[in-house]
């Protein structure tokens, strides 16, 4: 759905390790990138920074099915919202927005 909006999210992919085995991945799963049409696809941004790194002066919250912080939203006031794109079973984005010191 954010490809077909006309006002599609940014979207960073973060702590996304530059290896062989997850070049593979992103080829096989998301076929479009270095594509002939790539330039007018609005597409995410891969880095193998970490979200501070990334987002140094923003505000930012970690979306966990296990945090302890309610977020009402509208979130008017959040520069950067962060998913954790595993299952999130281990608590990986709480265990994340902790070693970063950011709201989860």
Known sequence: ENLD?????HMSFVNFPNTEDAQKWLE???????????????LPDFTE???KETFPDQEVVY?????RETLDG???NVDAI??????????EALGAARRGRIRA
């Not at 979306?63 to 945090?67: E, M, Q, V, Y």
């Open 74 to 76: 509208p979130l008017s």
């Open 49 to 51: 920074k970490g979200v």
């Open 5 to 9: 909006s006309r006002t599609p999210w």
């Open 28 to 42: 096989k799963s998301v076929g479009f990138y270095g594509g002939q049409y790539t330039h007018q696809t609005v």
């Open 63 to 67: 979306i966990s099915r296990h945090a």
């Open 82 to 91: 962060a998913l954790c794109v595993s299952m999130d079973t281990a608590r």
